[in-house]
C-alpha cells in the first residue's frame, strides 16, 4: 500500500504561481508514473499532468506551457509548478499512483490517492 500526501495548495490572484507537493510513504517501484488530477465543484476530475518512471512527460492542452511536473527519487517525491494561473484553474488537486500501464490520462488507470488540496484563483 502506498500512502500519498499533497501540500502547497492555496490562494493566489490570476498570473501567480503556486506549486504542489505530493510524497509517497514508501519506494513506489510497483508503479508505472505518478499522475495530477484537479475536480473542479460540479465538474468530473480531470487529468492534469503525468510522470513515466522513464521522464516523459504528458499534459492536458489546458495545462500545456504554463504547468510543470518534476520528480525526486530520494524523497520519494512529486511536484506540479503552477504558473500564469487562471480562474479556471481552481479546483481540488490529487496526486495520485499508476498502476495501468498507458493509462496515465485516466482515473482509472491509478490505483492510489491523495487526499487532495485546494487551489484557488482569484480574477
Known amino acids: 500500500q502506498v500512502q500519498l500526501v499533497e501540500s502547497g495548495g492555496g490562494l493566489v490572484q490570476a498570473g501567480g504561481s503556486l506549486r504542489l507537493s505530493c510524497t509517497a510513504s514508501r519506494r513506489t517501484f510497483s508503479l508505472y508514473g505518478m499522475g495530477w488530477f484537479r475536480q473542479a465543484p460540479g465538474k468530473d476530475r480531470e487529468f492534469v499532468t503525468a510522470?513515466?518512471?522513464?521522464?516523459?512527460?504528458y499534459y492536458s492542452d489546458s495545462v500545456k506551457g504554463r504547468f510543470t511536473i518534476s520528480r525526486d527519487y530520494a524523497k520519494n517525491a512529486v511536484y506540479l509548478q503552477m504558473d500564469s494561473l487562471k480562474p479556471e484553474d481552481t479546483a481540488v488537486y490529487y496526486c495520485?499512483?499508476?498502476?495501468?500501464?498507458?493509462?496515465?490520462?485516466?482515473?482509472?488507470?491509478?490505483?492510489?490517492w491523495g487526499q487532495g488540496t485546494q487551489v484557488t484563483v482569484s480574477s
Open positions: 495520485a499512483g499508476l498502476t495501468l500501464r498507458g493509462g496515465y490520462d485516466r482515473s482509472q488507470g491509478y490505483d492510489y
Open positions: 510522470i513515466m518512471w522513464s521522464g516523459d512527460r
